[in-house]
């Protein structure tokens, strides 16, 4: 295999500043413009080369501060999956009625592999922006929201309404949020999650201890199980409680409230949600992140706990005690978990609509 | 409580859907060769990298075995020293190889000593309890062909090969070649057969591991629109080109045995035409995916005597010339190669599927050795025009090229209208390449093929059956070209396309080979 062969695009790493070009409206916009500069960027440095995108990546925040915290996630993300990446930041309490339009490109392989516009508005100029992007994004192609705001409002539903796909983080927000993800979902919203993304080790591990073959004949008697948190209940475990329930209609899921986190950081949701990549490394254990995870088959116990970088599986009741399985956390750099998200360009992911549905009737009844 | 004996059979309901394939369950894995050029270039640095991508079990050790007298921290510094040069990430992650290294061990010692197989036996389970890998073992066999029946015998004689129905796995990947003909290939399938189950054996054949190869099932049997015309009704004939720049680096003793046909067409190349011949499988799965690829090479039509095979092979062999402006050998000036040795290094063969979907369509393979570069390529050539709108050549068939390496990806020609002038067709390209698309590096094949091993997934290995029916299809051509009397291969200069008789080979049938 050549080394200019699927390398990741070194771009999105670097070019920040040098490769940057920009231009500002200040009535109205002019997108002829913005077309010109992205092919002057694209020019820069020899030929334009071919330009390959699958889909347009699309981010939308509401302050300069919330996309600087997506970035990296962003450029990341459009490393793995070559896209047009149009970024919306609407400042509605600015002052004036500006339209700023910063646009460069990422190269790989000799082609131009992320085509990147950031339009940011203050004031009136936010109402430019939704015009803007319809008139912006590749045709044909699939078209990915990042959502960085709360999830429910009009903004958000219109754009549902526009994308084959919304990707929010739903762990940026206090658990009792997947209320409104769930009913979303449940009118057909194409839907990711990172919080979703977020539990995949300990789906995966869960099911591997029942692919164990001395371990098969407990499948079919799988009858209950526990999440616990540290230090309080985060939408991870909510999701993940809520997935087993799906997948083993009969068995009685807990949520608890388990050991202290063994750092500070705040539990995923007490923040302001506005950064769609607010999550927390693999390791320490944050507050409201899953610590453990039990399921049984009488008389056997499934348990599943994080150990900082590691997910061990033991299991109880049948091969007492033995560690069955240890598994290495992947590390969460930014835009992995975005990057998972992307695999699925459009519709709903069908086993994440079942897990949200029920995992909000595990969350605590609201009011008297 | 007590279970229905049923439940073993209950669907795991909590793998349903899952987008991450499942992880290998703790393993030992035995690396027979362990000081040899595989180990060091691929298997080690194919590890590493799976260990960085967390796609290990955490409960994993790897054990190295050779005549070599190595310490263990000695096997690691050297292996460390593989990594650091062999692997496709770089630099070296100190945290991920730290974690890797401490479950590296080596045991030096003679295959045919049963004391090596003592020391191996104690070192596993040394192994078993500091890494927790439970008794499960995968066995790759890094090894020449030579070694396989004597490491057989020692796995089976020191009780480390475990029944299929055991809760502790044991399975033996072996490298090609498998055999070097038929009878010596069905020979060791019995003696592999006697030791343990097919289930057991993984036969590898690291061009199955490739992606573009894996693209190919995804490409015709995920898309609508190739397989209606993918057929002798629309399609009119097929060329599989797998050429090298390089010579035999040195290894003459091994060529010298095992020549083109047995390095390249009996395995890589007739993969590269199951793929792209056979039928759509039932299922994703191994037996399905390989039930296919056999049935393939069953209807393929036998070149057998003499006259068959002056019509349709033609063999090489490549003298002094020049690649990419250098000067280089002709093989028989090659190190370990006898003067006048009669070792084909370049092979171009006409194959006919016999059956309903192929009938009538030439499949054209060739393969070399200093041929002009490095590529691998299945190029679908579609009919003619049945009109000539436009004059009569004026548009060129269309034609679908997988390539395979290097630029993996695919294009496909067709005909457009050349600006300004006046309906005059002209023939462009639409291309896609992998790298570009999915800006993600690809695996390498054996991290795949490695993978796969683990998990116990046969689909990309080859079954008893489908390496006994390649070599049958080969043997016949072996049993002309080495008997005493047969002629010599072709002269070709390195750098060239093959000798002129391989383009006479396609220009009798009125067609060209492409110039890729």
């Known amino acids: 295999m050549s080394a200019s062969i699927g390398e990741p695009i070194s771009g999105g790493q670097a070019p920040r500043g040098w490769d940057e070009l920009s231009i500002r409206f200040d009535d109205g916009m002019d997108l002829g413009k913005v077309r010109a500069l992205l092919q002057q960027a694209k020019e820069r440095g020899g030929t334009p080369g071919e330009t390959v995108s699958a889909f347009n990546l699309v981010g939308i925040y509401f302050s300069p501060a919330a996309y600087e915290r997506a970035q990296a996630a962003l450029e990341s993300a459009g490393r793995l999956h070559p896209c047009r990446l149009v970024v919306l930041i609407g400042e509605q309490r600015g002052e004036g009625d500006s339209v700023t339009a910063r646009v460069s490109v990422v190269r790989s392989g000799g082609a131009v592999s992320l085509e990147r516009i950031v339009l940011s508005a203050k004031g009136a100029g936010v109402r430019h922006l939704q015009s803007a992007l319809l008139d912006l994004l590749l045709p044909e192609l699939p078209v990915v929201v990042v959502w960085g705001g709360r999830t429910e409002g009009d903004l958000l539903q219109r754009a549902v309404e526009a994308a084959d796909r919304v990707i929010i983080d739903s762990g940026t927000r206090a658990p009792e949020a997947l209320a409104e993800v769930a009913a979303m979902v449940a009118r057909g919203a194409p839907v990711g999650d990172l919080a979703w993304a977020r539990i995949f080790p300990w789906m995966s591990l869960a099911a591997d201890v029942l692919d164990v073959p001395n371990l098969r004949e407990h499948r079919g008697n799988l009858r209950s199980a526990r999440v616990i948190c540290a230090g309080g209940i985060g939408a991870e475990g909510v999701l993940l409680g809520g997935w087993f329930g799906s997948r083993v209609r009969k068995a009685r899921v807990q949520l608890v409230v388990g050991p202290e986190p063994e750092t500070d950081s705040s539990m995923p949701g007490a923040g302001d949600g506005a950064s769609a990549t607010g999550w927390a490394s693999t390791a320490p254990l944050g507050k409201g992140q899953i610590a453990a995870f039990e399921f049984t088959a009488p008389p056997v116990t499934f348990s599943l706990r994080r150990e900082k970088a590691l997910l061990i599986a033991e299991v109880r009741g049948d091969d007492d005690g033995e560690v069955l399985h240890r598994v290495r956390l992947p590390p969460e750099t930014p835009g992995r978990l975005l990057g998972l998200e992307l695999k699925l360009l459009a519709g709903q992911d069908e086993l994440y609509a079942a897990a949200l549905q029920a995992a909000v009737k595990l969350l605590p009844k609201s009011g008297p | ?516």
């Open chain 2, 1 to 516: 409580m007590p279970y229905a004996p049923d439940h073993d059979q209950v669907p795991n309901p909590l793998r349903y859907g899952l987008r991450a394939d499942s992880a290998p369950e703790p393993c030992a894995l035995v690396v027979f060769g362990a000081s040899g050029d595989l180990a060091h270039r691929k298997l080690i640095p194919a590890l590493y990298n799976l260990a960085v991508s967390a796609h290990l079990p955490a409960a994993f050790g790897v054990v190295g075995v050779s005549k070599s007298e190595y310490t263990h921290q000695q096997y690691q510094e050297d292996m460390r020293e593989a990594v650091g040069k062999f692997s496709r990430t770089k630099p070296i992650d100190e945290d991920a190889w730290r974690d890797f290294a401490a479950g590296l061990r080596y045991v030096p010692g003679a295959f045919d000593e049963d004391a090596t197989f003592q020391r191996l036996s104690a070192t596993l389970e040394e192994m078993d309890r500091a890494r927790a890998t439970r008794g499960n073992r995968l066995f790759y066999f890094a090894t020449p062909p030579s070694t396989y029946p004597v490491l057989l015998q020692q796995l089976h004689k020191h009780g480390l090969i475990r029944p299929p129905g055991d809760p502790r796995f044991t399975r033996v990947v072996i490298e090609k070649p498998f055999g070097r003909d038929l009878a010596s290939a069905r020979a060791l399938n019995r003696m592999v057969l006697e030791v343990m189950d097919e289930r057991q054996v993984f036969r590898i054949d690291h061009y199955l591991g490739k992606e573009t190869v894996q693209n190919l099932l995804v490409f015709r049997f995920g898309n609508t629109i190739f397989e209606p015309i993918w057929n002798r009704n629309y399609v009119d004939h097929v060329q599989i080109t797998a050429a090298e720049e390089l010579g035999i680096e040195g290894r003459g003793r091994y060529y010298e045995e095992a020549g083109i046909l047995r390095d390249m067409i009996q395995n890589h190349v007739l993969q590269l035409v199951c793929l792209t011949a056979m039928e759509a499988p039932v299922a994703f799965d191994a037996d399905s995916v390989r039930d296919e690829k056999v049935k393939v090479l069953r209807a393929l039509a036998p070149i057998e005597g003499p006259e068959a095979v002056a019509q349709r092979v033609v063999l090489g062999q490549y003298t002094a010339g020049q690649i990419a402006g250098n000067d280089v050998p002709g093989y028989q000036e090659e190190k370990d190669v006898a003067k006048g040795s009669r070792t084909p290094t370049f092979a171009a063969i006409q194959l006919n599927v016999d059956n309903w979907r192929w009938d009538g369509v030439p499949f054209y393979l060739r393969s070399g050795k200093r041929l002009p570069k490095r590529m691998t390529e299945i190029a679908i050539q579609f009919r003619k025009l049945p009109h000539a709108l436009f004059g009569e050549g004026a548009s060129a068939p269309n034609t679908l090229v997988i390539r395979v390496q290097p630029e993996e990806g695919i294009a496909l020609r067709f005909s457009a209208k050349v600006p300004g002038e006046r309906y005059r067709p002209r023939t462009v390209s639409m291309d896609f390449r992998y790298g570009s698309a999915f800006a993600a590096a690809s695996p390498e094949a054996y991290e795949r093929l490695l993978m796969d091993a683990l998990r116990g997934d046969q689909t990309l290995f080859t079954r008893k059956d489908e390496v006994e029916a390649a070599w049958q299809l080969v043997d016949g051509i072996l049993k002309v070209i080495e008997a005493p009397d047969a002629p010599a291969p072709y002269p070709y200069e390195a750098g060239t396309w093959g000798p002129k008789e391989a383009h006479e080979l396609l220009a009798r049938d009125g067609r060209a080979w492409r110039r890729p």
